[in-house]
DNA sequence: TCCCACTAGTTGTATTACAACTGTATTCAT
DNA sequence: ATGAATACAGTTGTAATACAACTAGTGGGA
């Protein structure tokens, strides 16, 4: 239980409480390295190494002769850099998926709850994208992309908003792979009736054809891989 | 356009690609930092600024006075690149809350379809501690824990149990009174019946019980914020 | 008014030194 | 010979100092 912080460490958690108490709001630029270490008794190195971690975390942005400024915080942003280096087995993959169905059928339901005119209409827009590039498969998936995305914007709900980005994000590697050997194909229809069934405010509908949509895309994506 | 790169960026790209190619496998120790700086020619605080990133990032793992090694990364470790930003995103409380109940709900489907009895045995085990420390908030919590914990680890599903993990310790960053506040309570009842679904397999009820109990939970806590 | 050089402040890198810690080899007492 | 204590070499952690690289702003001169 005796939990050993170093010295780096403190300064993390330091940095984070300003942040989180928003004593240093996002844009803003934060105490110098000097200053810091100068205030907290430290040598700059273990302030440099904090600052260090949370550069990489997309937390901090730090520019020479500049500063050291408050990142707003975008989840794709976050990914960027790392993505390369995710070796993914087939274990895992299928993890993922599963944990998105989950996501995404409860998405599904709050959306129908929730969702307004704004959110449909991005809703409209994706799936007309979809038709209109059913033949170039760059385009189609990121339409679908988009589409997916707008049904988490319409839960009202940060949490879900940011883990659905990750998620897709994990899996874009394979989608696009999936995408080029699969083509559209059928996907069109299921987002069809799923976008029908928000419109609707048919919660159950909703639900159901996410499921449908999910499981169907996790079955094709195991028979690939093999 | 032209990318400046500063020296401990260099080194971030000269690891990362020494674990890509599988030159550094995983588990395996990585040059000293003495070694690294000697060999690139540059100074061992750029070194040391390159793997404290990613070191953040969970690609490396740090040992004084033994070494550096790289970690294996699976898809629930990368999800730990949320924390920080959860964190200090001014989320409200209700969207993390909303969140954990997704998760969970499924969490019972899932866990009655699929755990072992290990697994069942660790459920009792948590249910006992709950029934024997129910004066005392500290172990009852602990117990509580495990409980919720030994279900995520019943869905055999990587991502699950460590979005389990996360949202308990967002919960506790934000509110570590709560549990003190509210006590053992009617808890204990709502455990049980859940944990006796799930040994007769029975999905629906535990789908249903379990739901029943977080949204009693999120209930009290709301009620408590007033 | 515009331009340019200067300056103070900040991050980036290097160097050196030592502290803290770990695993292994060595030594010493039994 | 054995086991335990010690010493040692290697590694990460922290500190102090110095200077390089860069930026924004200042102020003077044309």
Redesign the interface.
């Known amino acids: 239980m005796d939990e050993k912080l170093h010295t780096?460490d403190q300064v993390y958690v330091y940095i984070?409480e300003k942040?989180?108490s928003?004593e240093w709001e996002v844009g803003m630029k934060i105490d110098s390295e000097n200053k810091m270490a100068t205030d907290l008794g430290i040598s700059r190195?273990s302030v440099?190494?904090a600052i260090?971690?949370?550069?990489?975390?997309?937390?901090l942005r730090k520019k020479q002769g500049e500063g050291t400024f408050v990142n707003e915080?975008s989840?794709s942003l976050?990914?960027n850099g790392?993505i390369?280096?995710?070796?993914?087995d087939k274990d895992?993959l299928i993890?993922?998926l599963?944990?998105r169905k989950?996501?995404e059928v409860?998405s599904a339901r709050?959306c129908a709850e929730r969702c307004d005119d704004d959110d449909i209409k991005l809703m409209e827009e994706s799936y007309g994208n979809m038709v209109k590039y059913q033949n170039d498969s760059e385009n189609f998936y990121k339409a679908d992309y988009n589409f997916h995305m707008a049904i988490a914007k319409g839960t009202k709900?940060?949490?879900?908003i940011?883990?659905n980005s990750?998620m897709t994000d994990?899996l874009m590697y394979h989608q696009k792979e999936i995408y080029q050997h699969l083509g559209p194909r059928g996907g069109l229809n299921e987002h069809a009736v799923i976008l029908n069934a928000i419109k609707d405010r048919d919660v159950e509908l909703a639900v159901l054809y996410m499921r449908r949509h999910i499981e169907r895309t996790i079955k094709d994506i195991q028979n690939m891989k093999k």
Chains 1, 2 share one sequence.
């Open positions: 780096s984070k942040i989180h928003q190195v440099r190494e260090e971690k949370l550069v990489a975390l997309n937390v915080l989840p976050y990914l790392l390369p280096m995710i070796l993914m895992n993890d993922v599963e944990f989950m996501v409860d709050l709900n940060s949490l879900i940011k883990v990750i994990l």
